[in-house]
């Protein structure tokens, strides 16, 4: 239902923009990723969960574009497909939504050993530490399934989920409380919708790049190129936080073993106030970390990713790499 919903947003925007052309919304599929619902996301292992077959009708020419949650994507893509907009993004930070009979609640009111479900590793590290007398355990499904788990059982006395989603499905109400990035640094890309296209197919890449904001593009692409310099996926806690001001780009990144208790985090910047010039030619396709942006500056986009790959080497300076691998062979082990 969310990426129906997700998807038919997108349309929309496209129908304003393109008011003489038809778009149908071909097939809703369903993916590996939610067909495999009784093992932790982590465990699967497959980088392109929620994506292979949905590229697989892209690549055989039965659908011309795939919207999805950003957050969803590998930050390397296969060969011939590129991500041709990011939409402008949605509240990226997580929320918790509380059983009803701990409504009113925060999570540092939540009784000792309540259980929090989340099926993200990167949630759990972060608030395992900050929340010691609580415990989390692994709750899969999509929203209207956890939601479900969460209101019929006692088994959670509240699971975590993205604002966004909850926001775009018309359930904002539901959220009990808002993590702050000090509570819980977010998922790279969290709350962007991406629409993936064809990389050799400049009509659709034209009319598609139309839907890019150029601030959610920025943010994006560091925080990608943080995750693909780390080798960071699902089975690993990476967290990031991005915040653009005044032509500047904060990336705050960090890394996190499983229980929390071993972290490292730093935070750079950096300017990504350039003009747009008018790059004619095979500059054009330049793909930064998966995403063609040709109406977004490209040293902005140079910089954005330069800012993200920087900050993953400062942390593996100091350490990162120890850090993943032990979380990487816990999780294999779990």
Not at 112 to 139: C, H, N, W, Y
Request: aromatic letters at 4%; a neutral charge.
């Amino acid at each position: 239902q969310l990426a129906r919903i997700q998807t038919d947003s997108v349309v929309e925007m496209l129908r304003e923009l393109y008011p003489n052309l038809r778009f149908e919304i071909a097939v809703a599929m369903s993916t590996t990723g939610d067909k495999i619902l009784d093992t932790a996301l982590s465990k699967i292992g497959e980088k392109s969960l929620f994506t292979k077959e949905l590229e697989n009708a892209l690549e055989r020419n039965e659908v011309d574009l795939v919207v999805h949650s950003l957050k969803d994507l590998p930050t390397s893509l296969p060969p011939g497909f590129t991500i041709g907009a990011v939409c402008k993004r949605e509240n990226p930070l997580d929320a918790v939504v509380f059983h009803p009979k701990n409504c009113g609640k925060t999570l540092s009111l939540l009784p000792e050993k309540s259980v929090i479900g989340t099926s993200s590793l990167r949630r759990a590290a972060q608030l395992k530490k900050k929340f010691p007398q609580l415990e989390f355990r692994d709750i899969r499904g999509n929203l209207n399934t956890r939601l479900k788990k969460l209101d019929e059982k006692e088994d959670f006395s509240a699971i975590i989920l993205a604002a966004a989603g909850l926001k775009r499905m018309g359930w904002e109400n539901r959220i009990g409380q808002l993590l702050s990035p000090e509570d819980c640094l977010y998922a790279v890309g969290q709350g962007a919708l991406a629409v993936e296209v064809r990389a050799k197919d400049q009509e659709i890449l034209n009319m598609v790049s139309a839907l890019h904001d150029a601030d959610t593009v920025l943010c994006c692409i560091a925080e990608r190129a943080f995750m693909k310099r780390l080798e960071g996926g699902c089975s690993v806690p990476v967290a990031v936080n991005t915040v653009l001001k005044d032509g500047q780009l904060y990336l705050t990144g960090a890394v996190y073993s499983l229980d929390g208790s071993d972290s490292l985090k730093e935070t750079m910047q950096t300017n990504v106030n350039y003009p747009q010039q008018n790059e004619d030619g095979p500059n054009d396709d330049v793909q930064h970390v998966g995403i063609t942006a040709k109406n977004v500056p490209g040293q902005a986009q140079e910089a954005a990713e330069k800012l993200g790959v920087e900050l993953a080497s400062l942390l593996l300076s100091k350490g990162a790499k120890h850090i993943l691998s032990v979380a990487r062979q816990l999780n294999d082990a779990r």
